[in-house]
Nanobody
């Protein structure tokens, strides 16, 4: 599964961005998808995950109510809509695919993911 993220950029506090992740090959297996982020000097952290079926989604507390993960299985795409961005959202954002057992399963730990994209930078300025 090869992943390519795009859509990052520079935005002001309170603004919005939509990250996209191309996931060709995902349909060949049962993969949950996730978004993670890593800020300079910090560990990579979980942001959001969605099940293969798309019926289960989980978010980090820090983004709950502001970020929305979604997918378009027909076009092999996963999205992260980010609204009301804050400076602390500044990070390199990664898309990841993790092989799971069931179509409703999600994954919140980085160790559960098998494939990672190169990431896209999001910078929020005041």
């Amino acid at each position: 599964v090869q992943l390519v993220e795009f859509g990052g950029g520079l935005v002001q506090t309170g603004g919005f961005l939509r990250l996209s992740c191309s996931t060709p090959g995902r349909s060949a297996g049962n993969y949950a998808m996730g978004w993670f982020r890593q800020a300079p000097g910090k560990e990579r952290e979980f942001v959001a995950t969605i099940s293969w079926r798309g019926d289960r989604k989980y978010y980090a507390d820090s983004v709950k109510g502001r970020f929305t993960i979604s997918q378009d299985m027909r076009n092999n795409m996963v999205y992260l809509q980010m609204n009301n961005l804050k400076r602390e959202d500044t990070a390199h954002y990664y898309c990841a695919a993790g092989r799971v057992y069931g179509v409703h399963d999600t994954a919140q730990s980085a160790t559960q993911y098998n494939y990672w994209g190169q990431g896209t930078q999001v910078t929020v300025s005041s």
